[in-house]
């Protein structure tokens, strides 16, 4: 008898640098596209057939940010059986493929909880011309960290 039926997932935060340059780079390509198609004088069939290609694209993309965000998969066993890991993302995606809504709604609500996680970005900062003090938010986005032209 099993434990549980309950598969457990161990999570990283769910956007990584490369999935982040991914889905910004999937949502430009896709909205323009989309953008074309609407100002474009191609008949209805046509619109639909690209729009259902974009939906599809983007849904991929989903599917492939959130097998990324998955480390490993721990299948209970039965009580005199260890627990069976997983941890070959082939069989992460092909897993993911496979569950249901509301357990994907599950683990993007772990995934978006894990993302809350983090430093205070907020900061005071005094002015030293003017003593005035004000607050701030400190940005760590990768591409403009190290930027010294401000």
Same mark, same amino acid.
């Given at each position: 008898?099993?434990?549980?039926?309950?598969?457990?997932?161990?999570?990283?935060?769910?956007?990584?640098?490369?999935?982040?340059?991914?889905?910004?780079?999937?949502?430009?390509?896709?909205?323009?596209?989309?953008?074309?198609?609407?100002?474009?004088?191609?008949? &209805?069939?046509? +619109?639909?057939? *690209?729009?259902?290609?974009?939906?599809?694209?983007? @849904?991929? /993309? =989903?599917?492939?940010?959130?097998?990324?965000?998955?480390?490993?998969?721990?299948?209970?066993?039965?009580?005199?059986?260890?627990?069976?890991?997983?941890?070959?993302?082939?069989?992460?995606? &092909?897993?993911? +493929?496979?569950? *249901?809504?509301?357990?994907?709604?599950?683990?993007? @609500?772990? /995934? =978006?909880?894990?993302?809350?996680?983090?430093?205070?970005?907020?900061?005071?900062?005094?002015?030293?011309?003017?003593?005035?003090?004000?607050?701030?938010?400190?940005?760590?986005?990768?591409?403009?960290?190290?930027?010294?032209? *401000?």
């Amino acid at each position: 008898m099993l434990k549980n039926y309950m598969l457990y997932e161990t999570l990283r935060p769910l956007e990584t640098f490369k999935d982040s340059q991914k889905a910004a780079l999937a949502a430009f390509r896709e909205t323009s596209e989309l953008n074309n198609l609407i100002n474009s004088e191609t008949d &209805e069939l046509t +619109r639909l057939s *690209s729009f259902n290609k974009s939906f599809v694209a983007m @849904a991929e /993309l =989903n599917i492939e940010i959130l097998s990324n965000a998955i480390i490993k998969v721990i299948v209970p066993q039965e009580e005199d059986e260890d627990d069976m890991v997983v941890t070959n993302k082939n069989h992460i995606n &092909e897993w993911v +493929r496979g569950i *249901s809504k509301s357990q994907a709604d599950g683990i993007i @609500a772990k /995934l =978006n909880d894990i993302n809350e996680l983090g430093i205070n970005r907020d900061v005071e900062i005094t002015c030293s011309a003017c003593d005035e003090s004000f607050e701030t938010k400190v940005e760590f986005n990768p591409s403009n960290f190290f930027d010294l032209t *401000s």
